[in-house]
Structures are given as C-alpha cells and as structure tokens.
Nanobody
Framework: QVHLVESGGGLVQAGGSLRLSCAAS????????MHWFRQAPGKQRDLVST???????NYADSVKGRFTISRDNAKNTVSLQMNSLKPEDTAVYYC?????????WGQGTQVTVSS
C-alpha cells in the first residue's frame, strides 16, 4: 500500500508560479507510473501530467510548456512545477500512483489562481 501526501498549493495571481510536491511512503522506484490530476468544483478529475519509472513524461495540452513533472527517487517524491499560471488552472491537485492492481491517491492540495 502506498500513502501519498501532497503539499505546495496556495493562492497566486495569474502569471505566477507554484511548485507542488507529493511524498510517497514507499520507494517510487517500485511504482510504475505517477500522475498529477486536478479537479475543479463540479467537474471531472482530469489528468494533468504523467511520469513513468523510466522518466518519460506527458502533459495535458492545456499545461504543455507551463508545467514540469519530475521525480526525486532518493526522496520518494514527485513534483509539479507550475509556471505562467492561469485562472483556469484553479483546482484541487491530486497525486496518483499506480502499483500492481491498485491506484493510490493523495488528499489533494488546493491551487487558486486569481485574475
């Protein structure tokens, strides 16, 4: 079982930056894929970014060029650097890990971008 804890959310103005971190309770080397999702009120939880155990990254079109996902295997963390933030980026951001048959979720961290 994997326990995930997100941190780093907050309130920023449009054009600002935030760095989200997700701490895992186990070595992320054992986790095939880690993701960041986000969910705005009343909306579907959407995939923002993915990073594989091999370091391959993918991004939603809406965040390409602005967000960067990364792993720190020694610290068992995955991060999401968010630059040039837009009001439409406002959401609760969730870290997700896939391991075997299971999908694990963090508690979420709120990101609010004002215009």
């Amino acid at each position: 079982q994997v326990h995930l804890v997100e941190s780093g959310g907050g309130l920023v103005q449009a054009g600002g930056s935030l760095r989200l971190s997700c701490a895992a309770s186990t070595s992320i080397l054992s986790i095939n894929t880690m993701h960041w999702f986000r969910q705005a009120p009343g909306k579907q939880r959407d995939l923002v970014s993915t990073i594989t155990s091999g370091g391959i990254t993918n991004y939603a079109d809406s965040v390409k060029g602005r967000f960067t996902i990364s792993r720190d295997n020694a610290k068992n963390t995955v991060s999401l650097q968010m630059n040039s933030l837009k009001p439409e980026d406002t959401a609760v951001y969730y870290c997700n890990a896939i391991l075997g048959y299971y999908s694990y979720w963090g508690q979420g961290t709120q990101v609010t971008v004002s215009s």
